[in-house]
Nanobody, 120 residues
Framework: VQLQASGGGLVQAGDSLRLSCTAS?????MGWFRQYPGKEREFVAA????????DYGTSVKGRSTISRDNAKNSVHLRMNSLKLEDTAIYYC?????????????????WGQGTQVTVSS
């Protein structure tokens, strides 16, 4: 499965941003992680095929929405009220997480990463 992420860029604090990821084939779950320099990937959000289960990382909960377009094998992440600490490389993930899906090791496939930079 190949994943292609898009939508990153330079935005100002307080703005909104929409990240998108398209998979080459359907997978059970799709999600997003982010990574700061020298740190492990941090869980951002995830959802399953029909959206019957979604989850958000503590740092983005309440100001982010993850959604799927199953017709296009895509997942979207809208983040509002962006903060300086949202600056990171964002990675799309897909697969069938067999354990804790907030752990990056649980996922099967990864996109190439897209840089999000939030400026003051």
């Amino acid at each position: 499965v190949q994943l292609q992420a898009s939508g990153g860029g330079l935005v100002q604090a307080g703005d909104s941003l929409r990240l998108s990821c398209t998979a080459s084939e359907r997978t059970y779950a799709m999600g997003w992680f982010r990574q700061y320099p020298g740190k492990e990937r941090e869980f951002v959000a995830a959802t399953v095929f029909r959206g019957e289960a979604t989850d958000y990382g503590t740092s983005v909960k309440g100001r982010s929405t993850i959604s799927r377009d199953n017709a296009k094998n895509s997942v979207h992440l809208r983040m509002n009220s962006l903060k300086l600490e949202d600056t990171a490389i964002y990675y799309c993930a897909a697969g069938t997480p067999r354990t804790d899906w907030t752990k990056y090791a649980s996922w099967d496939y990864w996109g190439q990463g897209t840089q999000v930079t939030v400026s003051s």
